[in-house]
């Protein structure tokens, strides 16, 4: 992942439709920190659940989500279905 990116916040809602949004426009997510592509992952000291992809010019672009939990400090960077498992 390059270290600058541009990142556009939405709303979970948005942020759940995202991929399948990008999808219907032709463009792939790409999977960050180590992760596949298949779900955001969490920044967990946001917290803010993220989509990556990029731009035809190869720029890093991010759909970001503001998560209503209180920010932990981890040692990875779950996916949100791992996430929202932490805070059942």
């Given amino acids: 992942m390059c270290s600058r990116h541009f ?6 809602h948005g942020l759940m439709g995202a991929k399948p949004w990008l999808q219907e426009r032709g ?3 790409v999977g960050v920190f180590g ?11 946001g917290p803010i659940a993220s989509v990556y992809f990029n731009d035809p010019d190869g720029n890093m672009l991010e759909f970001a989500a503001r998560l209503p939990e209180k920010p932990r400090k981890r040692g990875y960077i779950p996916t949100l279905s791992e996430w929202r498992a ?3």
């Fill in 27 to 29: 463009i792939e997510t």
């Fill in 35 to 45: 992760r596949s592509n298949e779900e955001p992952v969490v920044h967990p000291s």
């Fill in 7 to 12: 990142a556009f916040e939405v709303d979970i």
């Fill in 86 to 88: 932490l805070h059942r």
